[in-house]
């Protein structure tokens, strides 16, 4: 077996072009809501604000490449600062 190590970042680490992947692939699932008269609304992450965006990310773990790619779902955490290991597939 190989293992790979990865770098992974929070969303408020990442460039702005990076940014902006972390948002496109956000908007492929926007937030759904109930608003007062019972109409079922959708809250797109391109209309939040960074801070909004940053603290959602940071609320359900997201961590990215530096390209702005998810990557939390590869693997463990192995040490800090947030460095990722997952076998590889040969």
Known sequence: MR???VKAYEYHELKPIAKSEVIYWL???PLEFENDQGETLL???SDMTDEEIKEH???NGYLFDDKGRPIHHLGAIVEEPKTWAF????
């Open 87 to 90: 076998p590889a597939k040969v």
């Open 3 to 5: 293992y790979l190590k």
């Open 57 to 59: 990310c940071e609320m």
């Open 43 to 45: 809250e797109m992450f």
């Open 27 to 29: 908007d492929q699932d």
